[in-house]
C-alpha cells in the first residue's frame, strides 16, 4: 500500500526553466510533507517542507504547493539548474517514521 | 553538523553469507533507522529504533534483523544474504520523535550480493 506515490519516474527540462515534480498521497493523517533531494552515491538531503495549514511554502528558487483536498503536492524549481539533476522524493512523517515516494529523476540540461 | 557515517561505502557478499551493515552518528539522536533504496520503489523501512535496545519492524524486514547497544550506533545484519538483498543501504538518525524535523542521513553502503 504506497501512501506516498510519485508517478513520473523521470523529468527532464532545459537549463533556466521550470522543473515541476509531482507527488500525490492517499493517508488523511498526513499533515506535514517534506522533499529530500539525492545525488548518485550520497544519502538524501532535506530541501523543503510545508505543513498542512499552508498551501505553499517558498526557498529561493524552490517552491512547494500543497493541495489538501487533491492530496496532492509539487515542487517547483525556477530556474532550474544543471546542478539540480539529482533524485527527488517526497516524503511524510507519520508514526514517529518518514514514508517516502518512488522518487523523480530530474535531469537538467544546459 | 549532524554527521551520519555508514562503515562501507561498497560491499560485495557471496550468497548465504552473514553481512553487517554499521552505522554511528555523533550527535547523540534518540531515532535510528535503516533503509533501502530501488530504483522505481524508493526508500522503504527496513528497521528503526527509538532508544538503546529498542527496535522496531518497518515495511519491509524480512531478511534482516538490527542491533542497537549503544545509543550512537546501529547495525543491520543480513542472517544470510540473498541476491534480492542488493541494493543501496541508507541509515538515517533524528533528534525528536516526531519525523516532522525530517532525518540526517549517512551516505550509503552499495550492497551488491553474488
Known amino acids: 500500500d504506497q501512501q506516498v506515490k510519485q508517478n513520473s519516474p523521470s523529468l527532464s527540462v532545459q537549463e533556466g526553466r521550470i522543473s515541476i515534480l509531482n507527488c500525490d498521497y492517499t493517508?488523511?493523517?498526513?499533515?506535514?510533507f517534506l522533499w529530500y533531494k539525492k545525488y548518485p552515491a550520497e544519502g538524501p538531503t532535506f530541501l523543503i517542507s510545508i505543513s498542512s495549514i499552508k498551501d505553499k511554502n517558498e526557498d529561493g528558487r524552490f517552491t512547494v504547493f500543497l493541495n489538501k483536498s487533491a492530496k496532492h503536492l509539487s515542487l517547483h524549481i525556477v530556474p532550474s539548474q544543471p546542478g539540480d539533476s539529482a533524485v527527488y522524493f517526497c516524503?511524510?512523517?507519520?508514526?514517529?517514521?518518514?514514508?517516502f515516494g518512488q522518487g523523480t529523476i530530474l535531469t537538467v540540461h544546459p | 553538523d549532524v554527521k551520519v557515517t555508514q562503515s562501507s561505502r561498497y560491499l560485495v557478499k557471496r550468497t548465504g553469507e552473514k553481512v553487517f551493515l554499521e552505522c554511528v552518528q555523533d550527535?547523540?539522536?534518540?531515532?535510528m533507522f535503516w533503509y533501502r533504496q530501488d530504483p522505481g520503489l524508493g526508500l522503504r523501512l527496513i528497521y528503526f529504533s527509538y532508544d538503546v535496545k529498542m527496535k522496531e519492524k518497518g515495511d519491509i524486514p524480512e531478511g534482516y534483523s538490527v542491533s542497537r547497544e549503544k545509543k550512537e550506533r546501529f547495525s543491520l545484519i543480513l542472517e544470510s544474504a540473498s541476491t534480492n538483498q542488493t541494493s543501496m543501504y541508507l541509515c538515517?538518525?533524528?533528534?525528536?520523535?516526531?519525523?516532522?524535523?525530517?532525518?540526517?542521513f549517512g551516505s550509503g553502503t552499495r550492497l551488491t550480493v553474488v
Open positions: 516524503a511524510a512523517p507519520g508514526y514517529g517514521k518518514l514514508t
Open positions: 550527535m547523540d539522536h534518540e531515532n
Open positions: 538515517a538518525s533524528s533528534l525528536l520523535p516526531s519525523a516532522n524535523y525530517g532525518y540526517t
Open positions: 493517508n488523511s493523517m498526513f499533515d506535514y
